[in-house]
C-alpha cells in the first residue's frame, strides 16, 4: 500500500499564475482533505471532497478550488496566486464515515515569486 | 482567536531527558489526534484520543486525555535525537452528520541534543 501521494513534491509559480496539485488517497479511502501549511504553523482547512463533492470548506477564497475524481484521487488548484499562497500544501485521507485518522501525504511545497 | 493552543512553542532537551507537550482546546473535545511532522515532510500520525482519562502509549511516546480539562499531553520518556521534529494536536470539532474537519495547534517544535 503506497500510502498517501502526492505531484509534484516542489513547485515555483510567479504571482497571477495558475497551479494543480494532485493528490492519490490511501488504498480504500474514499474522502480527500486538503490543508494549507504556512512555515511554522499548523495546517489550515482548505475543504473536504466526498462523492466527488465539496462536503466542507473552510476560510478560503474562491480562488481555491478542488475535484475529485471516481478512484477518489483529488486535485487542488489555485487561480491567481498570491505570494502569501507559498505554503506546504498537505493532502489527507480518510474513511467518510468513521472518527478514524487520516492519513497525510508528504505535501507539495508550493513557492510564489 | 487558537482554538487549540499548545504549549511550549518550542523545546529543547538533552538526550534521555523526559519532556511533556500540553494541548489545551478552548471547545470541548470529542476527539484528540497527535501528530509529528519533520521539516518539510508530511504530518505522521502518533495517536488518537477520545474519551476523558483516555491513555495511550507507542514506544516511549504517551498521550493522556483529560476531558473536564479540555487538556491532552503528549509526553516522551528518554528522549531521543529521533523524536525531533514538530508536534501537533489536531481536534474533531462538534459532530455534524458526516462532516468533519480537523482543527490545529500550532504545534511544538522538539529539538534533542545528542
Known amino acids: 500500500d503506497a500510502g498517501v501521494t502526492q505531484s509534484p513534491t516542489h513547485l515555483i509559480k510567479t504571482r497571477g499564475q495558475q497551479v494543480t496539485l494532485r493528490c492519490s488517497p490511501k488504498s480504500g479511502h474514499d474522502t480527500v482533505s486538503w490543508y494549507q501549511q504556512a512555515l511554522g504553523q499548523g495546517p489550515q482547512f482548505i475543504f473536504q471532497?466526498?462523492?466527488?463533492?465539496?462536503?466542507q470548506r473552510g476560510n478560503f477564497p474562491d480562488r481555491f478550488s478542488g475535484h475529485q475524481f471516481p478512484n477518489y484521487s483529488s486535485e487542488l488548484n489555485v487561480n491567481a496566486l498570491l505570494l502569501g499562497d507559498s505554503a506546504l500544501y498537505l493532502c489527507?485521507?480518510?474513511?467518510?464515515?468513521?472518527?478514524?485518522?487520516?492519513?497525510f501525504g508528504p505535501g507539495t511545497r508550493l513557492t510564489v515569486l | 482567536s487558537q482554538e487549540l493552543e499548545q504549549s511550549p512553542q518550542s523545546l529543547i532537551v538533552q538526550e534521555g531527558k523526559n519532556l511533556t507537550i500540553n494541548c489545551t482546546s478552548s471547545k470541548t473535545l470529542y476527539g484528540l489526534y497527535w501528530y509529528k511532522q519533520k521539516y518539510g515532510e508530511g504530518l505522521i500520525f502518533l495517536m488518537m484520543l477520545q474519551k476523558g482519562g483516555e491513555e495511550k502509549s507507542h514506544e516511549k511516546i504517551t498521550a493522556k486525555l483529560d476531558e473536564k480539562k479540555q487538556q491532552s499531553s503528549l509526553h516522551i520518556t528518554a528522549s531521543q535525537p529521533s523524536h525531533a521534529g514538530i508536534y501537533l494536536c489536531?481536534?474533531?470539532?462538534?459532530?455534524?452528520?458526516?462532516?468533519?474537519?480537523?482543527?490545529w495547534g500550532l504545534g511544538t517544535s522538539l529539538a534533542v541534543n545528542p
Open positions: 489527507a485521507s480518510s474513511f467518510s464515515s468513521s472518527f478514524n485518522e487520516q492519513f
Open positions: 489536531g481536534a474533531d470539532g462538534p459532530y455534524a452528520g458526516n462532516n468533519r474537519k480537523l482543527i
Open positions: 471532497y466526498y462523492e466527488e463533492e465539496e462536503r
